[in-house]
């Protein structure tokens, strides 16, 4: 019979090499009925941000008492402390790296994965933190293990934030950064879409100016516009293309909008 409870995966670990497989293995071997579903593996390697990114877009769309096991750990086996995080409606086990910095605002409580009872093994290994940590953790808390029992309590403000920059509004002007590309390579920015909503606005962007719309199929193949992503934040796209690409942008790099009158 198939477990009620659920456990996501999110990684940088790609789809070319046994890791991830061998995470799931870890963990069928404590709950075998576990619905373990993937949100990605293709996070940039070591890209906080990205991770970041991701697991605040998908949080929202999980049933209480979610495990989301993240694991994009440039820091492993090194100083950084293993740790899992209670939300308002679900749990992260991951590196204290900042990577949960999105919903820091949903947590509740937080404990060092100091008890080894609840790893793979008592002396793991040095760079494989998400088979032999993370992932046996988020199993035995998808089982109803209480989370006090997997370390101690630390406070949530010793917990390691993302230094990101924030959005500057003057007058009809915003200026905010990118903080995430996709696959299709769209420029996800910091800017809330509810800043604009009902408005139209431009981005300029090397001396070419953006205009606002509503979907990708407003302007040609090729040529750029800038909307309101599924996501609720400001994107630039292109119509069949790359806005990564063609204007060369990347993560943390800063974009201005203009609101029309």
């Not at 990114?53 to 049933?63: E, H, I, K, S």
């Not at 937080?110 to 998400?130: C, D, I």
């Amino acid at each position: 019979m198939t477990s009620d409870r659920f456990l996501t995966l999110l990684t940088d670990f790609g789809d070319r090499d046994v890791y991830v497989g061998v995470m799931k293995g870890a963990i069928a071997q404590i709950e075998p009925q576990l619905n373990v579903i993937d949100l990605t593996h293709r996070i940039p390697p070591q890209n906080l941000l990205a991770a970041r990114f991701a697991l605040l877009n998908a949080y929202p769309y999980f049933p209480m008492n979610t495990v989301h096991v993240a694991v994009v750990d440039p820091g492993v086996g090194g100083s950084r402390r293993g740790i899992a995080i209670q939300l308002q409606n679900g749990y992260v086990v991951c590196p204290d790296n900042g990577l949960y910095s999105g919903i820091l605002d949903f947590a509740i409580a937080a404990v060092e994965l100091t008890n080894t009872q609840y790893w793979r093994v008592p002396n793991p290994s040095n760079t494989f933190h998400g088979r032999d940590i993370f992932a046996p953790v988020g199993a035995h808390l998808s089982t109803g293990i209480p989370l006090e029992k997997l370390g101690q309590r630390i406070d949530l403000e010793s917990l390691v934030r993302l230094d990101l920059p924030v959005i500057e509004i003057n007058q009809a002007q915003i200026t905010g950064y990118i903080q995430y590309i996709d696959h299709f390579g769209n420029l996800i920015t910091n800017i809330p879409g509810a800043l604009v909503e009902g408005k139209s606005w431009q981005i300029i962007i090397k001396n070419i100016e953006i205009n606002s719309g509503r979907t990708y199929s407003e302007v040609n193949q090729g040529k750029a516009v800038t909307l309101i992503g599924s996501h609720g934040w400001i994107e630039i796209a292109v119509n069949s293309g790359s806005a990564a690409k063609q204007f060369q942008l990347t993560w943390e790099d800063t974009v201005q909008l203009t609101i029309n009158d």
